[in-house]
């Protein structure tokens, strides 16, 4: 199919789409080849940068095959990582479906169940959670799915989550009825715009057959420092906010998304931007996940509505989501990786060929981070990614369908699981559960502990995310919960939300509340984390050593550090060697180097190789340090000590960090 006939069918197909998605777009590069492929019935992974209609690219053919293979209902599930990138690409989607094809779209997240009859339906837009939930609970809707797309592969490619949703894949094209025609393949289709490797990438995730595509060039990044006034103030974002509302007053700016790195530096940013901007056109608005589903929708269409505007956000909006043509992108916080970098610019000057971004000048550190960050991102240098298999989340799928066929009454033997799985390779896993207790096996059918079946009754058990949601705050004024996991010892003190700051209160039986509107001179409350800081990416620290007049390919030694610019978990397998070469020494690792004794005859780049080769193949690295790797999911505590040991140790990145390696040319002694 030539480009032309691509564009002719997309107007046939979807009249409404062609103007909807593409005018006033960049050109339509690459996409008819995508296109191509998938109406074909090839699985796709394409990578293209943001805003470069990778959603269109798929969608369109897969609505063809849709159409011509008379699809009576439900044959595409389409899975992003966020509630909020669903609703905004249902909304997206419904808006050239909708007229001529009303019941064409549905969606189905923990907050919106609207999937009724699937009759006359075609995409399912869902989350992996609410997916492994749906297959689980109602089976019979996902009977007739012939394609799977996975958005932003690259959030959920090396978490947990994104080994949970290739589980529920492999269980709906297992349960999927067979087509009435041998050329209805069952396909998956990838798409990313920041992921390096999509070779292994695509492999796991879509097959071996699986077609490749890249196509479009990042979009030209204009970086501007604004800087700070050297003052002590107790909340540097107070600082921070002040010189950012002195200058969106001087650049007589519409619409901005602020983002941070944290929940609390999001909260506080946006209170005191607020006050900063009180009287004037932008309303600062707060978006981050803690918040009510309910607030933060609210936020995102105020955002697409209001011609002024200012959200502060965490990666929440971090991802494809369209709040309206953004002028600018302010970065309060600088993140720790190329990826994070290249999503949130990408959200802004949709529609432009130059993504344009501010960022804070506080010292010299901050210029040259941001200075390393935009290198990294115009030379494409993407992070390093790593992935490995976890039993904690075959724990949970194991766990589920177990649940499942004990509710239905019929008895799940080791093969029916491994039939109802698509995998035999969960049955290491099944004999530890058995042998902990958290399964039994009843004469050949394996049935969950009773904590194990309440946690499933009560819709806990289909999500493989560590620490669980607490403290609800509702909001005295109607009694709906406002957000989440405030921290205890905040009660007194103020949140920012909708605009206004409001006293969070205890109630007598230890609920939290946020009570009546307050002043700004009480202290902000504080918000538990989502999860620990990450680390920055060895990509990022190459950025920095460039930015320092360094080669990052030759590492440095000088006096006691060893500077080899591979970022904190290369740099701690770094001093994994050093520990075992020289035992009774100790050593440091950094994001930059090592510190400890070392000299040149202790170490070398053949010499490091090798010890990874060897420790990866006889597992002789010490389980404290392999632990440190884990990106932990939420059934870990749950398996015996033996089996937790096993996922803490295929945590390590020995692949990633041999790659390193290899691009890794010598040492020198620095005088």
């Known amino acids: 199919m030539s480009e032309t006939e691509t564009r002719a069918n997309l107007r046939r197909i979807m009249p409404d789409a062609f103007p909807v998605f593409f005018e006033g777009r960049r050109p339509y590069e690459g996409q008819a080849a995508a296109m191509q492929n998938i109406v074909k019935g090839n699985s796709v992974l394409f990578a293209s940068p943001t805003a470069s209609g990778k959603t269109e690219a798929a969608v369109t053919p897969l609505f063809q095959r849709h159409l011509s293979f008379r699809r009576q209902s439900i044959s595409t599930v389409y899975v992003a990582p966020t509630k909020a990138l669903v609703n905004d690409l249902h909304q997206r989607l419904v808006a050239v479906l909708g007229t001529r094809f009303p019941s064409a779209v549905a969606r189905y997240t923990g907050?919106?169940?609207e999937l009724g009859s699937t009759a006359s339906g075609f995409c399912l837009l869902t989350t992996p959670e609410a997916l492994d939930s749906l297959q689980l609970r109602r089976p019979g809707v996902l009977a007739d799915v012939r394609a799977i797309v996975v958005d932003e592969i690259h959030l959920l490619h090396g978490q947990?989550?994104?080994?949970?949703?290739?589980?529920?894949?492999?269980?709906?094209?297992?349960?999927?009825?067979?087509?009435?025609?041998?050329r209805d393949n069952f396909q998956i289709v990838g798409m990313t715009a920041t992921l390096d490797d999509t070779e292994t990438v695509g492999r796991l995730w879509l097959g071996e057959s699986a077609k490749l595509l890249a196509y479009g060039s990042p979009r030209k990044i204009d970086g501007q420092l604004v800087n700070l006034p050297s003052r002590s103030i107790r909340d540097p974002y107070?600082?921070?906010?002040?010189?950012?509302?002195?200058?969106?007053?001087?650049?007589?700016?519409?619409?901005?998304?602020v983002f941070a790195n944290s929940r609390n530096a999001a909260h506080s940013m946006a209170?005191?931007?607020?006050?900063?901007?009180?009287?004037?056109?932008?309303?600062?608005?707060?978006?981050?996940?803690?918040?009510?589903?309910?607030h933060r929708e609210r936020v995102e269409e105020d955002m697409r509505r209001n011609r002024y505007g200012i959200c502060v956000a965490t990666s929440t909006l971090e991802l494809g989501i369209d709040i309206g043509d953004v002028d600018v992108i302010v970065l309060v916080d600088l993140p720790a990786t190329v990826s994070a970098f290249l999503q949130r610019i990408g959200r802004g000057n949709r529609r432009s060929a130059v993504s344009r971004v501010i960022a804070f000048r506080g010292s010299e550190d901050e210029e040259r981070l941001f200075q390393a960050?935009?290198?990294?991102?115009?030379?494409?240098?993407?992070?390093?990614?790593?992935?490995?298999?976890?039993?904690?989340?075959?724990?949970?799928?194991?766990?589920?369908l177990c649940w499942r066929a004990t509710r239905q009454e019929r008895g799940l033997t080791s093969s029916d699981l491994a039939k109802e799985a698509g995998t035999t390779e969960h049955e290491p896993v099944v004999k530890d559960m058995i042998e902990t207790g958290c399964l039994a096996d009843s004469r050949g059918a394996l049935i969950p502990s009773d904590r194990l079946m309440d946690e499933a009754d009560a819709g806990?058990?289909?999500?493989?995310?560590?620490?669980?949601?607490?403290?609800?705050?509702?909001?005295?004024?109607?009694?709906?919960?406002?957000?989440?996991?405030?921290?205890?010892?905040?009660?007194?003190?103020?949140?920012?939300?909708?605009?206004?700051r409001r006293r969070l209160i205890q109630g007598a039986d230890g609920t939290s509340f946020l009570?009546?509107?307050?002043?700004?001179?009480?202290?902000?409350?504080?918000?538990?984390?989502?999860?620990?800081?990450?680390?920055?990416?060895?990509?990022?620290?190459?950025?920095?050593?460039?930015?320092?007049?360094?080669?990052?390919?030759?590492?440095?030694?000088?006096g006691h550090e060893l500077k080899t610019w591979g970022g904190a978990h290369f740099n701690r397998l770094i001093g994994a060697y050093l520990a075992q070469s020289t035992p009774r020494a100790s050593f440091t690792p950094s994001t930059i180097g090592v510190t400890g004794p070392v000299s040149l005859d202790d170490i070398s780049v053949e010499a490091v190789r090798d010890w990874a080769s060897q420790a990866e193949q006889d597992n002789s690295l010490p389980l404290e340090i392999a632990g440190r790797f884990t990106n932990s999911s939420r059934f870990l505590n749950q398996l015996s000590d033996g089996l937790a040991a096993e996922e803490k140790r295929n945590s390590v990145p020995w692949s990633a960090f041999q790659r390193w390696l290899s691009r890794v040319r010598r040492i020198e002694w620095v005088g």
């Open 373 to 400: 960050l935009l290198d990294c991102g115009s030379r494409g240098e993407l992070d390093d990614t790593f992935e490995y298999d976890r039993p904690s989340v075959r724990f949970q799928q194991i766990a589920s």
């Open 160 to 182: 947990p989550r994104g080994q949970q949703l290739r589980h529920v894949m492999d269980r709906v094209r297992m349960a999927s009825n067979t087509p009435t025609s041998s």
């Open 271 to 294: 209170a005191h931007l607020h006050d900063e901007l009180d009287g004037k056109r932008w309303p600062v608005y707060l978006h981050f996940g803690a918040l009510a589903q309910s």
């Open 460 to 500: 806990r058990i289909h999500s493989v995310i560590a620490g669980q949601s607490t403290n609800p705050v509702i909001d005295s004024k109607t009694g709906d919960p406002a957000m989440r996991d405030s921290a205890d010892a905040s009660w007194g003190d103020v949140v920012f939300v909708g605009g206004t």
């Open 515 to 558: 009570g009546d509107t307050v002043s700004q001179s009480r202290p902000l409350a504080r918000i538990l984390a989502a999860g620990p800081a990450i680390p920055v990416s060895r990509s990022v620290v190459w950025g920095l050593a460039r930015q320092l007049g360094h080669d990052p390919t030759i590492w440095q030694l000088m």
């Open 238 to 257: 107070q600082n921070r906010a002040a010189a950012f509302a002195r200058w969106i007053d001087a650049a007589n700016l519409e619409k901005v998304v």
């Open 111 to 113: 907050d919106r169940h």
